[in-house]
T-cell receptor
């Protein structure tokens, strides 16, 4: 069974600091897909990034970057120069190639103080 | 380009009642998934509909049922409501190319409170 663990429950930073969110996953599939979603207080889950298991190149998109390490089953996400609007709950999710569902971690609450 | 829409936004019911939640997918999407998110937890997969059929189901009792219409919109029905059904119900849509690889886009959710 697939499983996603987000060990950090809450992170609090001051504006302009970098924030790194940890995600560790378990799967038996060799092909799978990893996602990060953001959930502001309004409740809507907003898609941020995805990574396919067969592509280990790490990328940067604006203030977001991610570090995918298949050897340690980790998919960490970094927000550079955080802003107050980044305050939200962030979820890591996994989908296997043999499956249709997303399996989510418990989420990490990020609070950015001005 | 309209995103995923859900109705109603909030709902209050009493134990034993039945509820119907509605979802319209993002333009061009043909697949709808439903998730339940209890307070302080990550979303849990209920089921997914494609071509008007339930394609996959999570660990939810038969009290939870759904439907997909020819225009790809979907309904989630919950019968015999329990206090534990109080949650945020999220609908997600995607374009189906196959298992797992599609990105799911979520709606704003329906907050259900069962008293």
């Amino acid at each position: 069974a697939q499983k996603v663990t987000q060990a950090q429950t809450e992170i609090s930073v001051v504006e302009k600091e970098d924030v790194t969110l940890d995600c560790v996953y378990e799967t038996r599939d060799t092909t799978y897909y990893l996602f990060w979603y953001k959930q502001p207080p309004s409740g809507e889950l907003v898609f941020l990034i995805r990574r396919n298991s067969f592509d280990e190149q790490n990328e940067i998109s604006g203030r977001y970057s991610w570090n995918f390490q298949k050897s340690t089953s980790s998919f960490n996400f970094t927000i550079t120069a955080s802003q107050v609007v980044d305050s939200a709950v962030y979820f890591c999710a996994l989908s296997e190639a043999t499956d249709y569902k997303l399996s989510f971690g418990a989420g990490t609450t990020v609070t950015v103080r001005a | 380009d309209a995103g995923v829409t859900q109705s109603p936004t909030h709902l209050i019911k009493t134990r034993g009642q039945q509820v119907t939640l509605r979802c319209s997918p993002k333009s061009g999407h043909d697949t709808v998934s439903w998730y339940q998110q209890a307070l302080g937890q990550g979303p849990q997969f209920i089921f997914q509909y494609y071509e008007e059929e339930e394609r996959q189901r999570g660990n939810f009792p038969d009290r939870f049922s759904g439907h997909q219409f020819p225009n790809y919109s979907s309904e989630l029905n919950v019968n015999a409501l329990l206090l534990g059904d109080s949650a945020l119900y999220l609908c997600a849509s995607s374009l189906s190319f196959g298992t797992g690889r599609e990105t799911q886009y979520f709606g704003p959710g329906t907050r259900l409170l069962v008293l």
